[in-house]
Nanobody, 127 residues
Framework: QVHLVETGGGSVKPGGSLKLSCAAS????????MAWFRQAPGKDREGIVA????????NYADAVKGRFTVSRDDAANTLTLQMSSLKPEDSGTYYC????????????????????WGQGTQVTVSS
């Protein structure tokens, strides 16, 4: 069983930066797809970045490309999301997810492709 815990959310003004971290336990997740999703009130959960921990696989959603950067620390078993140039539309609850099987590119931003989820951390971008 994999346990994921997100930290680092908060409030920031437009144009600001935040760093989110996802700490995994229960499995080293050395050859898994991991992803960050977000969900705004009244909206569907949206995949924004997916990374394969066992290689070079990496996908960013157009909405965050060039502003968000994901990094993986194998030793600490963490997945970090550095967010910059934040916009009000980036507000929402951010979730870390991990899959137990290979995730095809066609469903890499689909919540159904992931088996394990963190509890989420709130990000608010407002002036």
């Amino acid at each position: 069983q994999v346990h994921l815990v997100e930290t680092g959310g908060g409030s920031v003004k437009p144009g600001g930066s935040l760093k989110l971290s996802c700490a995994a336990s229960g499995n080293r997740l050395t050859s898994n797809w991991m992803a960050w999703f977000r969900q705004a009130p009244g909206k569907d959960r949206e995949g924004i970045v997916a990374k394969y921990t066992g290689g070079v696989g990496l996908n960013y959603a157009d909405a965050v490309k060039g502003r968000f950067t994901v990094s993986r620390d194998d030793a600490a078993n963490t997945l970090t999301l550095q967010m910059s140039s934040l916009k009000p539309e980036d507000s929402g609850t951010y979730y870390c997810a991990a899959a137990s099987r290979w995730v095809d590119v066609s469903v890499r931003f689909s919540p159904a492709a992931y088996d394990y989820w963190g509890q989420g951390t709130q990000v608010t971008v407002s002036s």
